[in-house]
């Protein structure tokens, strides 16, 4: 038996994890399988409601934010079906990254790729375009074999990248669909056996990085690097497949890295930045040595992922890969000639095109540059400033980060937008699922 939890209270207000959105929707339900949340759909439909659903809030933007009826996903979680003859993995929408991935490795499997952070849901991630760093192997969303969806009449469809005309447009569109084309409840992901990652990290001059960047893309299967502002310095990280033995980071010098200075000591400097912003530039040379070089041996979810507990802001721009160094070297000159005090280091990843009509790297080989600030901080100027740069890029705005761009700019960096929108216009013609974020990047 399913059922659908509701609470008709507008003081439900949502927010997401920054605390820089919120919501009071009119019905805030909780399906616990797919009919009951076609259910949810035909009600809110017939009722004259806007429908969104909404993950664990990790996007920056006001995608998931509605007065109508929000869909909270707790109840929809969990393993469906693996078919390791198929190498697949089938997925309720609503599950947790991080529990996706430890369901995996318990049964010795692991997806090809993913970004840094999983406390996101499964739909919430493939929905707005997450990804990692690699120089083959391409975002959580390029990495779906099938899609089901609940339309905006209430339907229920099933997609997959076997599928022809109709429903492998849809497939190719609703990868990375915003939350616009209909609600995912099951993800189906190709998954592969468990193998194992050498992560070696160590810090590197941002000259070197930015001269030698094209060889180092090339030569590692995963490179990413950050650059602390107000310094010349850069962590970089190399993940190469190995074949063994795994050898993880001490549990103690992991406590360290990762907890006490990413996160707890990290926490205090960024606070004390926000209270004095003339000893930024001070805390940036100390913080850029304070993380020395590692090396550790781990499969792939333990490399790939950290844990991010201080709160923050972003904007990310997806620029053409060859643009890259350009673009960088712009920024280091604006935040050195401005009287911008930037806390967060600036993270550069890259990715393989793919085929997906509005993923960010969709058509190109593309590198990814994003800049944070500390939650609470004026952040509006910096940011701007910074969008001028990767919009004369021909940048692509991260789905779930903060940005200025709407329809116009939008249709002319993604060659098959209008695509995107048509596609739209026959699935959901009465805007079920718009808001106010949908009507400025897709147009109304």
Known sequence: M?????????????????????????????????????????????????????????SFTAAAATDGVLIRPERLTGIRRIDREAGTVTVAAGTPLKALNAALAARGLS???????????VSGAVSTGTHGTGRDSASVAAQI???ELVLADGSVTRCSAEGTGQERALFDAARVGLGALGVITEVTFGVEPEFLLTAREEPMPFD????????????????????????????????????????????????????????????????????????????ARVSSRALSARTYTDIPYRV?????????????????????????RELKSLVERSGFRV???????TAPADDIPLSTAGGRDTAYVAVHMYR????????????????????RPH????????????????????????????????RVFANPYLRRVLGE
């Open 2 to 58: 399913t059922s659908v939890r509701s609470a008709n209270s507008r003081a439900a207000t949502w927010r997401n994890w920054a605390g820089n959105v919120t919501a009071s929707p009119q019905r805030t339900v909780s399906p616990s399988s797919t009919e009951a949340l076609a259910e949810v759909v035909r009600r809110a439909a017939d009722d004259g409601l806007r429908v969104k659903a909404a993950g664990t809030g990790h």
């Open 111 to 121: 997806l090809t790729n993913m970004g840094d952070v999983m406390e996101q849901t």
């Open 145 to 147: 074999r099938e899609l």
């Open 208 to 283: 070197r990085v930015i001269t030698e960047f094209d060889q180092l893309v090339a030569e590692n299967e995963h490179f990413e690097f950050y650059w602390f502002p107000h310094t010349d310095s850069c962590n970089t990280k190399r993940n190469n497949r190995s074949t063994g033995p795994a050898a993880p980071l001490p549990r103690m010098r992991g406590w360290v890295d990762d907890e006490l200075l990413s996160n707890g000591v990290f926490q205090a400097v960024c606070a004390l930045g926000k209270a004095v912003p003339a000893t930024v530039p001070g805390i």
């Open 304 to 328: 790939f992922t950290s844990p991010r507990r201080v709160r923050f802001v972003e904007m990310e721009y997806a620029v053409p890969r060859a643009a890259l160094t350009g673009a960088l």
């Open 343 to 349: 806390s967060f280091p600036v993270e550069v990843r």
């Open 376 to 395: 609470g901080t004026p952040h509006e100027a910096y940011f701007s400033a910074v969008e001028r740069i990767m919009t004369a890029h021909a940048g």
């Open 399 to 430: 789905w779930g980060k903060l940005h200025s761009r709407d329809a116009a700019y939008l249709a002319g960096v993604y060659p098959r937008f209008t695509e995107f929108t048509a596609l739209r216009d026959r699935l959901d013609p009465d």
